[in-house]
């Protein structure tokens, strides 16, 4: 099991901007695109030394040993996020398509 950092750390918190809508919208397609987002964030939170803490729905609570640290996750992320593959194409409030976290805010 993977120890949380000790001492001072540095928090970073997720969400996906518009989910709720998302999922009215979209529910056929958000739980394939939805555990994607989470194995994305999973990996690449570890991958910084970063330990999940916390998760509720769609947003992530993270603890890092360092601010460098928390940032690269995030950018890794973002990222990560903007190039996976995702398949079905979610529609957003705007109506505009999104794919792959494009609009997600960190």
């Known amino acids: ?3 949380p950092p000790t001492g001072t750390v540095t928090f970073l918190f997720t969400d996906i901007e518009g989910s709720t809508a998302l999922w ?5 397609a958000m739980p394939n695109a939805l555990a994607r987002h989470d194995g994305i964030l999973r990996g690449t939170v ?3 030394a970063g330990f999940a803490f916390k998760t ?3 947003a992530f609570c993270c603890a890092f040993p360092t601010a460098p640290d928390a940032f690269e996750a995030a950018l890794g992320a973002q990222r990560a996020l903007y190039t996976a593959e995702w398949g079905e194409t979610v529609e957003g409030e705007d109506g505009a398509p999104h794919r792959g976290g494009r609009r997600a805010r960190w």
């Open 46 to 48: 570890e991958d910084h």
């Open 1 to 3: 099991m993977k120890v």
């Open 24 to 28: 009215e919208d979209n529910p056929g």
């Open 56 to 58: 509720v729905g769609d």
